[in-house]
């Protein structure tokens, strides 16, 4: 298993316990976000080490090379002193070495195009953390939001709730019976208390001053004749207009007065 498996597979394992015992979404996804970057750190790493040996396998492969290179000019003196044992030899050495580049040469190749790929799978491992981390924002505002009218609508359903607002119109309720109680009991020490009939004539007597303020209010807007006013009613027998007459037939039998010489 590579280490971008191990590495797929470690962040599958978390995200897949995240998601299990998830309460918190936005904590959920900022641990997330830093175990993925976390496991790039080690990836690096690896990835970086991964460069280390391809870089000595092509040293070693160009070392290889020059040892050949280097055997090939000692067979080359070897002969021009008439020395072939020694050439044969040099020539021996030079095939081996040779061998070992061309190995050496093949096995860098491959561990490059590897080393390569880890590369590219690397930087698009790191472009994929940074596109979940923009999504992660994305993600948070639209918890906090979901949130939000969570709140609203748990709101709107205790405002809606009659129970309270009932509770309320009964203590009204209540109150005002208390009210109407206490002003009963009120009124009944009223009229307990003091003489009945003397408040009886107490309100006689206001009406009589008030049908007074109303004949001086006629008169002053020129609504009664003058001396033609409303008379007060007077206690007696009723037979005013009877005495009044008698006067003045009285007054006619005595006759004219006496002239006075």
């Given at each position: 298993?590579?280490?971008f498996d ?32 976390s ?34 000019k ?11 044992d ?10 081996e ?20 790929a ?28 979901a ?15 009659k ?19 206490a ?42 004749g003058?001396g ?5 009613k ?28």
């Open positions: 298993m590579g280490i191990r590495l797929s597979t470690l962040v599958r394992s978390n995200l897949n316990d995240l998601i299990s015992s998830a309460e918190n979404p936005e904590k959920m996804l900022n641990q997330l976000i830093l175990d993925m970057r496991q790039l750190a080690k990836a690096k790493q690896q990835v970086a080490a991964a460069i280390a040996d391809e870089k000595k396998l092509q040293a070693q492969a160009e070392q290889e090379k020059k040892q050949a290179e280097d055997w090939e000692r067979a080359m003196l070897a002969v021009q002193e008439g020395r072939d020694l050439a044969k030899q040099a020539l021996l050495r030079h095939s070495h040779m061998e070992g580049a061309v190995q050496l040469d093949e096995t860098w190749r491959r561990h490059a195009a590897e080393t390569e880890l590369k590219n799978s690397l930087r698009m491992l790191n472009d994929k953390i940074e596109e979940a981390k923009r999504k992660k924002n994305i993600l948070i505002a639209r918890q906090r939001r949130e939000a009218q969570k709140r609203i609508h748990e709101t709107m359903g205790s405002i809606s709730d129970s309270a607002f009932e509770t309320f119109e009964r203590m009204a309720e209540r109150i005002e019976q208390n009210e109407r109680k002003l009963a009991a009120a009124e009944l020490s009223e009229e307990l208390s003091g003489d009945s009939l003397a408040k009886q004539f107490e309100q006689l007597e206001y009406k009589a001053d008030a049908d007074t303020q109303l004949l001086a209010l006629k008169q002053k807007m020129g609504l009664l003058a033609k006013g409303e008379q007060p007077q206690l007696g027998t009723g037979k005013t207009a009877d005495v009044h007459d008698a006067e003045v037939v009285e007054d006619e039998d005595e006759g004219p007065p006496a002239k006075k010489g």
